[in-house]
């Protein structure tokens, strides 16, 4: 296989252009999709396009269903009397509606389909809480939306989803995903809340004293509103393409720095090193930095549903990619492209952790769902779950620019040999797009599941 260049991976390791940009996107603040921030950071996405001499720099716009923050609280009354209204203690889970509700709390530990089921009888009528957590003994991760929907679905009127990371803050997260507003008011906590809450009920449930009850009160708007997508090509003018993506929206709560500013960097920083070598390239790259990823992957839809599928080669994702330089892919069953990965991983003598099984969580799910190769590149660490992810402390001071720029080269290397020679695992053919119906087939039963509670599933039955 063809190999990026020497004096570009240097260029990659010692080069500031990807964290200044990361630099810039963390102080605009909120990010949130449709907000003045999020156009502010694709503004500015774009306009690291231009100065790294990119073509085609420039906003595609579209619609999306909105949500703009107002305050919430939660109010305990029984054994304690306490009202936690900071924004370090609760806040509200994007496409939650607005309204508010008075019940017994009712725990539902981890939020497993059992551990609701075991619950059943108690949940009618009450405010369900699950923690962010999944158990290691599962076989995959239980989605906040699918805690959400499951206990709407068992009666509840309100739900709590209580972080499971000490000191991380309350979680956010979108919960109606493209069945907006979702059904029950719901909000984040923390962990330190959710200790507190759940150690008064089970108090109320196991011995004399009063039971706890819970208000939960959300102000939010849902309204329509547009998002857009930063893109640029760089490499020749063909009409096909291989996509190089991240997304550029964060949760209002936070910065956003390594979800996902640092893959909007990394989009930009990579785009620079391969117009440095443009004309080796076979195949044109397609940048894009997507809007409003985190509330339903609607910039990656519009992408996906507005480019014909032949155009596409293949996608390379990017998503949480700067809390290490230990570079994860997630294959989508994709073997070629994630042999590309360890051919790259091998001759930077570089760690590498892949998953083969097919995951609807990421931009690259809008075309792994059509059949088209996608994968989605990641950082691991020692951190638990999301770790500082999708909360106020997702800021530039947990990353490292050393990380950023590894990561660059490793990016770049497997780009340049996807856009050369074919991008083929050994250079050559390309890795054979798929069939929707084969894709459909490959899906476990817990995805499917998954993507049918939040309104996502794209296959007739």
């Known amino acids: 296989m063809t ?73 305990l009354a029984g054994p304690v009397e306490r009202r936690h209204e900071r924004s370090h203690e609760v806040i509200a889970l994007p496409g939650t509606p607005a309204g508010d509700v008075t019940a017994p709390l009712v725990d539902v530990g981890d939020g497993t389909y059992e551990a609701f089921e075991a619950a059943s009888d108690r949940l009618d009528g009450a405010i369900a809480m699950a923690s962010s957590r999944t158990p290691d003994s599962h076989d995959r991760w239980i989605h906040r939306m699918e805690k959400y929907v499951t206990a709407s679905e068992h009666g509840a009127v309100g739900f709590v989803f209580r972080n499971h990371v000490e000191g991380a803050l309350p979680p956010t997260g979108e919960v109606g995903y493209h069945n907006r507003p979702g059904p029950i008011p719901a909000v984040g906590v923390s962990k330190e809340v959710g200790g507190r809450l759940a150690r008064l009920a089970e108090e109320g449930e196991t011995s004399d004293a009063d039971a706890l009850e819970l208000s939960i009160e959300v102000d939010c708007r849902n309204e329509p509103t547009t998002s857009v997508n930063a893109v640029a090509d760089v490499g ?15 949760h209002d709560v936070s910065d956003g720095a390594n979800d996902n500013g640092a893959g909007a960097a990394l989009v930009a920083e990579v785009g620079r090193l391969l117009a440095s070598v443009e004309g080796d390239l076979d195949t044109r ?45 997630g294959t989508n069953e994709f073997d070629g492209m994630g042999a590309v990965f360890e051919a790259v991983a091998d001759a930077f003598d570089a760690p590498l952790e892949t998953g083969e099984a097919i995951s609807p969580h990421g931009d690259q799910w ?79 039963d817990g995805y499917v599941t998954e993507l049918k509670t939040g309104g996502r599933w794209p296959y007739d039955e």
Request: net charge negative; glycine share 10%; with cysteine.
């Open 285 to 329: 790259v397609r940048l894009v930095t997507f809007g409003a990823e985190e509330v339903g992957l609607w910039g990656a839809y519009h992408a996906a549903e507005t480019t014909p599928r032949d155009e596409i080669a293949c996608v390379v994702n990017l998503d949480g990619a700067c809390n290490s330089r230990n570079l994860r892919v």
């Open 366 to 444: 809008a075309f792994v769902q059509e059949g088209i190769p996608a994968v989605m590149a990641s950082t691991t660490s020692e951190q638990s779950g999301r770790g500082w992810g999708h909360t106020h402390a997702d800021t530039l001071d947990k990353l490292d620019p050393r990380d950023l720029r590894e990561v660059a080269a490793l990016v770049a290397a497997a780009t340049y040999r996807f856009a050369t020679d074919g991008g083929g695992a050994a250079g050559g053919e390309r890795v054979a797009h798929r069939s929707r119906s084969a894709v459909r087939e490959s899906i476990a």
């Open 3 to 75: 190999a990026l260049p020497d004096r570009v991976v240097g260029d990659a390791r010692t080069s500031d252009f990807g964290w200044d940009l990361l630099t810039d996107l963390t102080d605009i603040g909120d990010r949130m999709a449709g907000s003045v921030g999020e156009r502010r950071g694709a503004e500015r996405v774009v306009a690291a396009f231009e100065a790294a001499g990119l073509r085609n720099a420039g906003l595609d716009e579209f619609e999306i269903p909105g949500w703009w923050r107002g305050e919430s609280a939660v109010k």
């Open 236 to 250: 020749p003018d063909t009409d096909e393409a291989v996509f190089l993506t991240a997304h550029v929206d964060a």
